[in-house]
Nanobody
């Protein structure tokens, strides 16, 4: 099992910045992908940004140039630096980890964090 602990959400004015963190712990063998999703009221959960274990990243189009995802492999932690925040970025942000346990045949398990609220006021 892998546990995820998120931190860093809060209330910020439009144009401001926030940094989210998500630390993974537990019986970790190999984390393949770490990412951030968000879900606004009445909307589906969407991928915001993700980073693979070899450093490849991808972003939601609407956050490109404003958000940066990074990963500290030694600490099993992923960060999301959010800048130039807009009211439409308001949502609950969830960390997701794709983990490969030490078993044969190999498989991937998905783990989710508890979510952290980000509110951007206009």
């Amino acid at each position: 099992q892998v546990q995820l602990v998120e931190s860093g959400g809060g209330l910020v004015q439009a144009g401001g910045s926030l940094r989210l963190s998500c630390a993974a712990s537990g019986n970790i063998f190999r984390i393949r992908v770490m990412g951030w999703y968000r879900q606004a009221p009445g909307s589906q959960r969407e991928l915001v940004a993700a980073v693979t274990n070899d450093g490849n990243t991808n972003y939601l189009d609407s956050v490109k140039g404003r958000f940066t995802i990074s990963r500290d492999t030694a600490k099993n932690t992923v960060y999301l630096q959010m800048s130039s925040l807009k009211p439409e970025d308001t949502a609950v942000y969830y960390c997701k980890v794709q983990h490969q346990p030490r078993i044969v045949p190999p498989k991937i398990d998905d783990y989710w964090g508890q979510g952290t609220q980000v509110t951007v006021s206009s």
